[in-house]
């Protein structure tokens, strides 16, 4: 028996023993009893039928703990609202607001707004909020759903800068940007212009522009983008869940440190081709989209790229530790493992960087690496 | 991927100086048990306050010294069935031996055991309580000690209810720790009518509706129930008038006399 029931039952009761005994006081208590277990139910059913709740989300994008509004609106129908409890999924908790119990007065429009912060990237698809209306003595509860249409929030990955533990590491990276000398020779190909960086041969400078006053700038190859750095994402890993998104914050934070210095290409798991990211960020948008929504786990694809075809620098990033044989056996100038902060190296190297959660080890040349893999050996 | 979000409800923008939909806060358990220990104290009271209407000279402190017992059960009884349910037992157990001598047996009748007498005696109040004008001039003994036993009974009742049915206090134990108070109130009202008697109902269902309620409206919700109760009192006032026949459907009072001749 719903406890309305059971409270208009004993007004029921009372009153019967008041008629029985001629108990004038039990008269009051009686009604009053059956009068609230009786009329409660209707209030609130005629209450919820016009009340409705509706979400407006502001926007369909947010990163990590970052905050997102959302407008909720409640138009209430004239007989006004008792106990309202919110069950938006957006704010994931039940949300109980004070009643409005005056029928025919106040707004009919009530407004208001939730402020939600997600801590972890991802879709998330979000049901139209529903309203529980129930009476102020709690007897009655009816569950009204949503008008609005579902709505779908990509949390995108947090970027942070990177903090360079080794000086020398980061002016390192600052002349990351690709180098004439180790520019493939063949490349013939012109694919713009760029500012002169010293050290690059004198067939290669514009001297055209230099002569329309445009300053000092240097032909860029095509070959260019094979030469920069490459940042690798590998997200398999068989621990918890936490190692693969601070593997993934930290390969957006060093994309967009690299691609805001000259930039730089981002190989995702499963993808043959890195995608190039170059300093004006045209492409950063849809990459961070791509990032949050990667998959890791034991399952998750590797990695496909052959780093001996790669001339530039490579920021391996791994959700687990073990050192990536592909990693040994290329020839870059620079190699780098990134591996979440919890993950032991396998080797005794020095941390270069930390960025979200993960450090940097600097491999160093190939000769380093041939020391490295004969230790790992 | 699961995410947690951090909520909080603002007032609708270009309204900053507005308040925000107000968020109501839930009672705790342990407030929730004091509302209802002061509801039932304060219905205690008031069936006291009724049942002194019965006599000429009102045993005013055994009555309260029987629902002093009655609310000191109802609030230690949980406290130590926590601690062990033989000792909870015991204790009210107890508590009934202590109400039997606060209503007026000896206590040496209560140490040494006799029953018999006690029986006897309580027989022969109860034979001679139909004869009993009513307010009592409390002339018998044996009389007056069942007046008051009869609230001591019904206290201690509900008493012992309420302190054993604390975890879970569903709407029926509720109504069952109501009604011996109801009784109460009811019974001496039903012997002698009082002046106001719709007010009087309207005292009870105000007490009545704390106990049931009291610790089940939310802390924002309390205006509203307040006044939903306030508008279901004043319309039962209304009404109570052009329902009430001002004389029982059988005279129940007559059943007692003939068995007792």
């Given at each position: 028996m719903s406890r309305a029931g059971g409270i208009a039952l004993l007004g029921a009761i009372v009153l019967v023993a008041a008629y029985v005994f001629d108990a004038s006081v039990l008269f009051v208590p009686g009604i009053a009893l059956a009068v609230v277990g009786g009329l409660m139910p209707l209030w609130i059913w005629l209450a919820a039928r016009g009340t409705t709740a509706s979400r407006v989300l502001h926007d369909d994008r947010v990163v990590e703990d970052q905050p997102i509004e959302a407008t909720i609106q409640i138009r209430r129908g004239p007989l006004g609202l008792a106990g309202v409890e919110l069950l938006d999924p957006l704010a994931r908790d039940v949300v109980t607001l004070r009643p409005w119990v005056v029928p025919l007065a106040g707004g009919r429009l009530i407004e208001a707004r939730i402020v939600a912060r997600f801590s972890r990237r991802g879709r998330h698809r979000f049901e139209p909020p529903a309203l529980a209306l129930s009476d102020p003595l709690g007897l009655v509860r009816v569950v009204r759903p949503g008008i609005s249409l579902s709505e779908e929030l990509l949390v995108l990955p947090r970027t942070e800068r990177v903090r360079w533990v080794r000086r020398d590491a980061g002016e390192r990276l600052d002349s990351l940007a690709p180098h004439a000398s180790i520019e493939s020779l063949a490349s013939t190909e012109v694919d713009g212009l760029r500012p002169y960086r010293p050290g690059?041969?004198?067939?290669?400078?514009?001297w055209t522009a230099l002569a329309r006053g445009a300053g000092l700038l240097e032909r860029r190859l095509r070959t260019d983008r094979e030469s920069g750095p490459l940042v690798v994402l590998d997200v398999?890993?068989?621990?918890?869940t936490e190692r693969v998104d601070a593997a993934v914050r930290a390969a957006a934070s060093l994309t967009l440190e690299l691609a805001r210095r000259a930039g730089c290409d981002l190989l995702l798991p499963g993808e043959r081709r890195p995608v190039h990211i170059d300093g004006e960020l045209g492409a950063w948008p849809g990459t961070h989209a791509r990032l949050a929504l990667i998959e890791g786990g034991p399952d998750a694809p590797p990695p496909s790229f052959d780093p001996r075809s790669r001339l530039g620098d490579i920021f391996y990033v791994a959700a687990e530790g073990g050192l990536p044989p592909a990693l040994l056996r290329g020839d870059q100038r620079v190699a780098v493992l990134v591996l979440p902060e919890e993950v032991a190296f396998p080797a005794r190297n020095a941390i270069s960087f930390e960025v979200s959660g993960c450090r940097g080890y600097l491999i160093g040349s190939s000769a380093g690496r041939s020391r490295i893999r004969e230790r790992a050996a | 991927m699961s995410s947690g979000a951090q909520v909080a409800l603002l007032p609708p923008r270009g309204a900053e100086r507005k308040r925000p939909p107000a968020i109501a806060r839930v009672g705790d358990a342990e407030g929730g048990m004091r509302i209802r220990l002061v509801a039932f104290a304060a219905l205690g009271f008031y069936g006291v306050l009724r049942w002194e209407t019965l006599f000429t000279r009102p045993p005013a402190a055994r009555l309260l010294g029987l629902l002093a017992l009655a609310v000191l059960l109802a609030w230690g009884g949980p406290v130590v069935a926590r601690r062990s349910r033989l000792l909870a037992a015991g204790a009210a157990v107890l508590a009934v031996l202590v109400g039997l001598a606060i209503a007026g047996i000896p206590v040496a009748w209560i140490f040494h055991a006799r029953i018999a007498v006690i029986a006897s005696g309580i027989e022969a109040g109860i034979s001679a309580l139909p004869r009993n004008p009513v307010p009592s001039p409390g002339g018998g003994r044996w009389v007056s000690l069942v007046m008051v036993l009869g609230p001591a009974i019904l206290l201690l009742d509900a008493a012992a209810l309420l302190a054993f049915a604390q975890t879970g206090m569903g709407q029926l134990r509720r109504a069952a720790v109501l009604l011996p108070l109801v009784a109460l109130i009811a019974v001496p009202t039903t012997m002698l009518r009082p002046k106001f008697a719709y007010l009087d109902g309207v005292i009870l269902f105000a007490l009545v509706a704390a106990f049931l309620w009291g610790d089940r409206v939310q802390v924002g919700h309390r205006a509203s129930a307040l006044g939903l109760c306030a508008l279901a009192a004043v319309g039962a006032m209304v009404i109570a008038p052009a329902l009430d026949p001002g004389k029982p459907l059988f005279d129940y009072r007559g059943i007692g006399v003939p068995c007792s001749r």
């Amino acid at each position: 028996m719903s406890r309305a029931g059971g409270i208009a039952l004993l007004g029921a009761i009372v009153l019967v023993a008041a008629y029985v005994f001629d108990a004038s006081v039990l008269f009051v208590p009686g009604i009053a009893l059956a009068v609230v277990g009786g009329l409660m139910p209707l209030w609130i059913w005629l209450a919820a039928r016009g009340t409705t709740a509706s979400r407006v989300l502001h926007d369909d994008r947010v990163v990590e703990d970052q905050p997102i509004e959302a407008t909720i609106q409640i138009r209430r129908g004239p007989l006004g609202l008792a106990g309202v409890e919110l069950l938006d999924p957006l704010a994931r908790d039940v949300v109980t607001l004070r009643p409005w119990v005056v029928p025919l007065a106040g707004g009919r429009l009530i407004e208001a707004r939730i402020v939600a912060r997600f801590s972890r990237r991802g879709r998330h698809r979000f049901e139209p909020p529903a309203l529980a209306l129930s009476d102020p003595l709690g007897l009655v509860r009816v569950v009204r759903p949503g008008i609005s249409l579902s709505e779908e929030l990509l949390v995108l990955p947090r970027t942070e800068r990177v903090r360079w533990v080794r000086r020398d590491a980061g002016e390192r990276l600052d002349s990351l940007a690709p180098h004439a000398s180790i520019e493939s020779l063949a490349s013939t190909e012109v694919d713009g212009l760029r500012p002169y960086r010293p050290g690059t041969p004198a067939s290669r400078i514009s001297w055209t522009a230099l002569a329309r006053g445009a300053g000092l700038l240097e032909r860029r190859l095509r070959t260019d983008r094979e030469s920069g750095p490459l940042v690798v994402l590998d997200v398999r890993c068989s621990g918890p869940t936490e190692r693969v998104d601070a593997a993934v914050r930290a390969a957006a934070s060093l994309t967009l440190e690299l691609a805001r210095r000259a930039g730089c290409d981002l190989l995702l798991p499963g993808e043959r081709r890195p995608v190039h990211i170059d300093g004006e960020l045209g492409a950063w948008p849809g990459t961070h989209a791509r990032l949050a929504l990667i998959e890791g786990g034991p399952d998750a694809p590797p990695p496909s790229f052959d780093p001996r075809s790669r001339l530039g620098d490579i920021f391996y990033v791994a959700a687990e530790g073990g050192l990536p044989p592909a990693l040994l056996r290329g020839d870059q100038r620079v190699a780098v493992l990134v591996l979440p902060e919890e993950v032991a190296f396998p080797a005794r190297n020095a941390i270069s960087f930390e960025v979200s959660g993960c450090r940097g080890y600097l491999i160093g040349s190939s000769a380093g690496r041939s020391r490295i893999r004969e230790r790992a050996a | 991927m699961s995410s947690g979000a951090q909520v909080a409800l603002l007032p609708p923008r270009g309204a900053e100086r507005k308040r925000p939909p107000a968020i109501a806060r839930v009672g705790d358990a342990e407030g929730g048990m004091r509302i209802r220990l002061v509801a039932f104290a304060a219905l205690g009271f008031y069936g006291v306050l009724r049942w002194e209407t019965l006599f000429t000279r009102p045993p005013a402190a055994r009555l309260l010294g029987l629902l002093a017992l009655a609310v000191l059960l109802a609030w230690g009884g949980p406290v130590v069935a926590r601690r062990s349910r033989l000792l909870a037992a015991g204790a009210a157990v107890l508590a009934v031996l202590v109400g039997l001598a606060i209503a007026g047996i000896p206590v040496a009748w209560i140490f040494h055991a006799r029953i018999a007498v006690i029986a006897s005696g309580i027989e022969a109040g109860i034979s001679a309580l139909p004869r009993n004008p009513v307010p009592s001039p409390g002339g018998g003994r044996w009389v007056s000690l069942v007046m008051v036993l009869g609230p001591a009974i019904l206290l201690l009742d509900a008493a012992a209810l309420l302190a054993f049915a604390q975890t879970g206090m569903g709407q029926l134990r509720r109504a069952a720790v109501l009604l011996p108070l109801v009784a109460l109130i009811a019974v001496p009202t039903t012997m002698l009518r009082p002046k106001f008697a719709y007010l009087d109902g309207v005292i009870l269902f105000a007490l009545v509706a704390a106990f049931l309620w009291g610790d089940r409206v939310q802390v924002g919700h309390r205006a509203s129930a307040l006044g939903l109760c306030a508008l279901a009192a004043v319309g039962a006032m209304v009404i109570a008038p052009a329902l009430d026949p001002g004389k029982p459907l059988f005279d129940y009072r007559g059943i007692g006399v003939p068995c007792s001749r």
